[in-house]
């Protein structure tokens, strides 16, 4: 079975998790076995960006040492053999082009989305 | 010399659930900092902020233990600002609504968290310079 998980509710929590939920859960399932791609449409096109920076939150003496790193999560996907579609009229809307992104992404138009959700067994859109 | 205000916060939201409860802590941080006396009502799912029970997880994705990890929890988040607002010559009151607690199964708490209802909350925003209401959204 080949599955699509679709990210659009953005930065939910990410502070708090060290990371985004779905984008680990596509972490955890690929490494049991899962046969799965990733759709980054709306505000989570930005999870993509290199120079984002979450580092530094501190609360009095508390300091987290292990901010999100959306982006190295998103290249990490990349890498272990995700594919990672982002919606390029989302990216455009905010004013990002390929540099920004991290490498190995494959930039996609709406009108391509019903081939690619045709090519999954089920779409699973958070 | 600083003018030391009295600020309530209404919180709701769940940890680790949404980005305006870091924000919400954030805010109580820079209060604490400038030693105000902070008061926060937690309603609904953020009287699970200050729940002891929370634990520490590693994490396989980020090839990290638990120690490395040093994972988030709101319950430690709550208790630093605690202190620091005592350091700082304010205080952080933090009121759970009790029935909220109850129907949660959350009575655990850090020390320093006390049982309160809407009255408490009504009282606190009375006494103070202004009240910021966090809600679920």
């Known amino acids: ?118 090519a999954h067994d089920q779409i699973w859109h958070w | 010399m600083t003018e030391r205000k009295t600020l309530t916060f209404a919180l709701m939201d769940a940890p680790y659930e949404s980005a305006r409860t870091t924000t919400a802590l954030r805010l109580i941080d820079i209060a604490t900092k400038r030693g105000y006396a902070v008061n926060v009502f937690a309603y609904e799912g953020a009287v699970m902020l200050p729940f002891n029970r929370q634990q520490p997880h590693p994490n396989a994705v980020h090839g990290r233990n638990v120690e490395e ?38 009575g655990e708490a850090i020390e320093g968290v006390r049982r309160g209802s809407p009255a408490d909350f009504w009282k606190l925003a009375e006494a103070s310079d202004n009240t910021l209401v966090i809600g679920t959204r």
Not at chain 1, 36 to 63: C, K, T
Not at chain 2, 71 to 92: C, F, I, Q, S
Request: hydrophobic residues 50%.
């Open chain 1, 1 to 118: 079975m080949k599955a699509l998980n679709i990210i659009e509710c953005a930065y939910r929590a990410t502070i708090e998790e060290q990371d985004d939920t779905i984008v680990w859960l596509t972490h955890a399932m690929k490494a049991a076995g899962a046969d799965l791609g990733l759709v980054l449409r709306g505000d989570a096109v930005n999870y993509a960006v290199r120079a984002q920076n979450a580092a530094g939150l501190a609360f009095g003496d508390w300091r987290q040492t292990q901010p999100p790193r959306l982006a190295d999560d998103i290249a990490l996907l990349v890498t272990k053999g995700v594919a990672v579609y982002v919606l390029a009229e989302d990216l455009v809307l905010r004013g990002l082009d390929a540099a920004d992104l991290v490498p190995g992404l494959e930039r996609v138009t709406r009108e391509s989305l019903p081939g690619i959700f045709a």
């Open chain 2, 69 to 106: 990890e040093n994972h988030l929890l709101t319950k430690d988040v709550v208790a630093a600002l605690m202190k620091a607002a005592e350091r700082n010559g304010g205080k952080l009151d933090w009121v759970n609504c009790g029935l909220c607690v109850d129907e949660r199964g959350a």
